[in-house]
């Protein structure tokens, strides 16, 4: 399956922590990215990193990509209580179609 | 600026009853359009993807369907809804790798 495995499922941490989330896959990719959804609500897009890229950075957001190992990770630095979400990754190989993964649930208490 | 309109936000509709889900696009031109189910606090499921109008592909067979009478239109439909149905449906559209959610729509079968 194309599909995206993130992990853990669920992360709880304290505010000003690090959150590290990974994502790891089974096909060659276009691209990956990471987006965020706040509970009830839509999707929001983080970041886009492609395949040739091995590390990206947009404000406390920094996301790695190891084609190797068909894996990839975020992390957020000094998190806040603001940041409590869903985190996904998406996948993208060749075709128009984005293929997300099962999401880790992200807690950041105060 | 682009922007993505789904509607409903929510409904409750009777098992057996027909539905339409509707998503429109501004500010964009020949986008890929996209329909995903999820399920309460899980991940995401690509059920129909449309790369051009009158172009739809299925992702999974059930009893929904989709169509793109226009370029920026896209509309999810059921001609008789099962309890399973229930779910959160998230339209989204693409232009150059990046995705974009709209907001959301709450359907409930009873």
């Known amino acids: 399956s194309q599909q995206g495995e993130e992990d853990p499922q669920a992360l709880s941490i304290q505010e000003g922590e690090n959150a590290t989330m990974n994502c790891s896959y089974k096909t060659s990719i276009n691209n990956l990215q990471w987006y965020r959804q706040n509970s009830g609500r839509g999707l929001v897009h983080l970041i886009l990193i492609r395949s040739n890229e091995r590390e990206k950075h947009s404000g406390r957001l920094r996301v790695t990509l190891d084609t190797s190992k068909k894996s990839s990770s975020l992390l957020i630095t000094a998190s806040r209580a603001a940041d409590t979400a869903s985190y996904f990754c998406?996948?993208?190989?060749?075709?128009?179609?984005?293929?997300f993964g099962t999401g880790t649930r992200l807690k950041v208490l105060a | 600026s682009q922007t993505i309109h789904q509607w409903p936000a929510t409904l409750v509709q009777p098992v057996g009853s027909p539905l339409s889900l509707e998503c429109t696009v501004e500010?964009?031109?020949?986008?890929?359009l996209y329909w995903y189910r999820q399920a309460a606090g899980r991940g995401l499921q690509l059920l129909f993807y449309s790369v051009g109008i009158g172009q739809i592909s299925s992702e999974v067979p059930q009893n929904l369907s989709a169509s793109r009478p226009q370029d920026r239109q896209f509309i999810l439909s059921s001609k008789k809804l099962l309890l399973s149905d229930s779910g959160f449906y998230l339209c989204?559209?693409?232009?150059?790798?990046?995705?974009?959610f709209g907001e959301g729509s709450w359907l409930t079968v009873v």
């Open positions: 989204a559209w693409s232009v150059r790798d990046r995705g974009y």
């Open positions: 500010g964009t031109s020949n986008p890929n």
């Open positions: 998406a996948l993208t190989s060749g075709t128009y179609k984005y293929i």
